[in-house]
Nanobody, 125 residues
Framework: QLVESGGGLVQSGGSLRLSCATSLGSLDPYFVGWFRQAPGKEREGVSCIGGIEGRTLYAESVKGRFTVSRDNAKKTVYLQMNSLKPEDTGVYYC????????????????????WGQGTQVTVSS
């Protein structure tokens, strides 16, 4: 089970931190990814983290602005979003897939098996 929180309304240039609380036994064997979907658009990958080393991957559109991290003890993954833009608006989902130990991180939604219900992020101009 994955449960997102932390969404809301923020002005352009502002910040939000999303949380994804998981019921996974351990985060190491999983890639946990963040995805977003704007109205009328396909779901797109934003960032992911996984493996023993906590490898990360970012979409080009968020590099330098978003940071993904995790707290293994809390089994929670975070997405710190800074310098937000109106085009970052959408429903943000977290998702998980196994195979992270020795695996290659991916932002392809179809590879992920477990999904949260999403949290709305709205960035006003």
């Amino acid at each position: 089970q994955l449960v997102e929180s932390g969404g809301g309304l923020v002005q352009s240039g502002g910040s939000l931190r999303l949380s994804c609380a998981t019921s996974l036994g351990s985060l190491d064997p999983y890639f946990v990814g963040w995805f977003r979907q704007a109205p009328g658009k396909e779901r797109e990958g934003v960032s992911c983290i996984g493996g023993i080393e906590g490898r990360t991957l970012y979409a080009e559109s968020v590099k330098g602005r978003f940071t993904v991290s995790r707290d293994n003890a809390k089994k929670t993954v975070y997405l710190q979003m800074n310098s937000l833009k109106p085009e970052d608006t959408g429903v943000y989902y977290c998702a998980a897939v196994g195979g992270a130990i020795g695996g290659i991180p991916t932002l392809r939604p179809g590879w992920y098996d477990y999904w949260g219900q999403g949290t709305q992020v709205t960035v006003s101009s």
